[in-house]
């Protein structure tokens, strides 16, 4: 069996001068050709990284090779973080597909994407030729509604109301945070706020969203950032499509992050993957068993 390869990657930004974006490509099989060969993309959440939650462990175990890296401006990236710059996040997205396109000849067939991943992802999808050739994406706590009210109410779980002073005596707030095991500090303004409000519209997914890709949806029932009902709507406007499919995945139990459920995440997509490469997937709901029940096939 040939050996397994990981390759960190320092990939030029094209629209970001002195910017590079940095991921970890995984190989099932280094020494084979890669022209032609599908790749997933497992893309991070808001201060999140490449290794970050399951992202690693998934990375690992897929049987197709995968690719991770940090959003510009956080962890090993370039370039500034900014709350309200998910239009930067994809863009960083497109630099990563062409770079992998163009240098190893990868076919992008599967996306994975974590809270603002998730967001990204699904854009991507809806709006680029390479995205609506797929055959699989994996939306984990992603955010459908996308009002002040929901984002400031998820600004409260993290620090309660302190942000709220911040805003009014200085006009940001500084959010301390950890991330790779280490102490950052980045500021958020009001205007970030608008910025998701009024310029990231998800309801695209509703009538953009491609016939023929097969969507699951992972999402804890004890989310505090991110309320499942988003999830919900997500399964309402992707459930109707033909032949692309969608299943919901509730973790009872289980929060934003999926602590202590994190080998949950991965066992829940690679079993999902696999049947769909079997062509058994069927559109519905995947509800965890009771742990003396027998594990329910999809």
């Known amino acids: 069996m040939a050996s397994t390869l990981s390759t960190k990657l320092?990939?030029?930004?094209?629209?970001?001068?002195?910017?590079s974006?940095?991921?970890?490509?995984?190989?099932?099989?280094?020494s084979s050709d890669s022209k032609g060969r599908k790749l997933a993309l497992i893309l991070h959440g808001t201060m999140g990284h490449k290794d970050y939650l399951y992202q690693k462990r998934l990375a690992s175990k897929l049987?197709?090779?995968?690719?991770?890296?940090?959003?510009?401006?956080?962890?090993?990236?370039?370039?500034t973080w900014r709350e309200g710059a998910l239009e930067e996040d994809l863009v960083d997205l497109l630099v990563v597909v062409d770079y992998l396109k163009v240098t190893y000849g990868y076919v992008i067939d599967l996306v994975v994407g974590h809270s603002r991943g998730s967001l990204v992802g699904l854009r991507w999808v809806c709006t680029t030729e390479e995205g609506r050739n797929i055959s699989g994406l994996v939306n984990v706590s992603g955010r459908y509604r996308m009002s002040v009210?929901?984002?400031?109410k998820a600004l409260?779980?993290?620090?309660?109301?302190?942000?709220?002073?911040?805003?009014?005596?200085?006009?940001?707030?500084?959010?301390n945070v950890r991330v790779a095991k280490k102490q950052v500090t980045v500021k958020l303004?009001?205007?970030?706020?608008?910025?998701?409000?009024?310029?990231?519209?998800?309801?695209?997914?509703?009538?953009?969203?491609?016939?023929?890709?097969?969507?699951?949806t992972?999402?804890?029932?004890?989310?505090?950032?991110?309320?499942?009902?988003?999830?919900?709507?997500?399964?309402?406007?992707?459930?109707n499509r033909t032949p692309g499919t969608h299943v919901l995945n509730f973790m009872e139990d289980t929060d934003h992050i999926f602590t202590g459920r994190k080998d949950?995440?991965?066992?829940?997509?690679?079993?999902?993957?696999?049947?769909?490469e079997r062509g058994d997937l069927k559109t519905g709901v995947w509800v965890e068993p009771e742990h003396n029940s027998p594990k329910p096939k999809l």
Request: charged share 20%; net charge negative; with cysteine.
């Open 189 to 216: 303004f009001p205007e970030d706020f608008d910025e998701l409000v009024y310029n990231w519209d998800t309801s695209l997914v509703w009538d953009q969203f491609p016939q023929t890709l097969h969507v699951l």
């Open 149 to 152: 009210g929901n984002l400031q």
């Open 156 to 175: 409260d779980t993290i620090d309660g109301k302190i942000w709220k002073a911040s805003f009014d005596e200085y006009g940001y707030y500084e959010w």
């Open 264 to 276: 949950k995440v991965v066992e829940t997509i690679l079993v999902w993957w696999a049947t769909k």
């Open 10 to 19: 320092h990939i030029p930004h094209t629209k970001e001068p002195n910017c």
């Open 218 to 239: 992972v999402h804890g029932l004890a989310d505090m950032t991110v309320p499942p009902y988003d999830a919900l709507i997500y399964t309402r406007a992707l459930s």
């Open 63 to 79: 049987p197709l090779d995968s690719f991770r890296f940090d959003f510009r401006g956080n962890h090993e990236s370039g370039g």
């Open 21 to 30: 974006i940095v991921g970890v490509l995984e190989q099932i099989s280094p």
